[in-house]
């Protein structure tokens, strides 16, 4: 069917559909440290988190690897997930926007912005449905998806106060010929 082709077949429940980036282990060198700006370069070790839910009734295969419109079935719940251990290179600046007139630096406000690249090896990818006809069903397998994945991030806000960040899919989530590209945005709770 025309209406369930390309982007209509994988249209997502955006609100039910996350992202999260979890980096226990970050190490940050300063690359330049003036009165009004700082300069880090970091990078680390971490989990990249996808979890995709879909409005349309698309069930992924393992042998052979693929995805098909089912149209047979009424899913209450329909998700992939992926998960990714990545490491990211990021550059991040810090502007003083705003001095503490008592001299404590700590007092200080600070504009953040940066950006990178982070590269990931799927560890793990999984689908959940749930339907009437079939309860729960979760499936682990490749699913015809890519292994790596490379993205860019940028982020801005405030030091100490938030964090806005957004991440694109520079390679395919897919090793089949299907072209897809996540973006995702959010807030970071912590940083540099």
């Given at each position: 069917?025309?209406?369930?082709?390309?982007?209509?077949?994988?249209?997502?429940?955006?609100?039910?559909?996350i992202?999260?980036?979890?980096?226990?282990v970050?190490?940050?060198?300063?690359?330049?440290?003036?009165?009004?700006?700082?300069?880090?370069?970091?990078?680390?070790?971490?989990?990249?988190?996808?979890?995709?839910?879909?409005?349309?009734?698309?069930?992924?295969?393992?042998?052979?690897?693929?995805?098909?419109?089912?149209?047979?079935?009424?899913?209450?719940k329909?998700?992939?997930?992926?998960?990714?251990?990545?490491?990211p290179?990021?550059?991040?600046?810090?502007?003083?926007?705003?001095?503490?007139?008592?001299?404590?630096?700590?007092?200080?406000?600070?504009?953040?912005?940066?950006?990178?690249?982070?590269?990931?090896?799927?560890?793990?990818?999984?689908?959940?449905?749930?339907?009437?006809?079939?309860?729960?069903?979760?499936?682990?397998?490749?699913?015809?998806?890519?292994?790596?994945?490379?993205?860019?991030?940028?982020?801005?806000?405030?030091?100490?106060?938030?964090?806005?960040?957004?991440?694109?899919?520079?390679?395919?989530?897919?090793?089949?010929?299907?072209?897809?590209?996540?973006?995702?945005?959010?807030?970071?709770?912590?940083?540099?």
């Amino acid at each position: 069917r025309s209406n369930m082709q390309n982007s209509n077949l994988f249209e997502l429940r955006n609100s039910k559909s996350i992202n999260v980036n979890i980096y226990p282990v970050m190490v940050k060198y300063m690359a330049l440290k003036t009165p009004g700006q700082r300069i880090y370069v970091s990078t680390g070790l971490g989990l990249q988190l996808y979890n995709f839910r879909y409005e349309q009734p698309i069930t992924y295969t393992k042998n052979p690897a693929g995805i098909f419109f089912d149209s047979s079935m009424s899913f209450k719940k329909n998700k992939l997930s992926l998960d990714y251990l990545n490491v990211p290179l990021m550059l991040t600046f810090k502007t003083r926007i705003h001095k503490d007139p008592k001299g404590r630096h700590k007092k200080d406000t600070w504009l953040v912005y940066g950006a990178g690249i982070t590269e990931g090896f799927r560890l793990d990818s999984w689908t959940k449905q749930v339907s009437g006809t079939n309860g729960k069903v979760k499936s682990h397998g490749n699913f015809g998806l890519a292994d790596f994945n490379t993205c860019v991030t940028a982020e801005f806000g405030i030091d100490g106060l938030f964090r806005l960040y957004g991440s694109y899919q520079l390679t395919s989530m897919y090793e089949n010929g299907i072209d897809q590209h996540p973006v995702s945005f959010g807030v970071r709770f912590c940083g540099l």
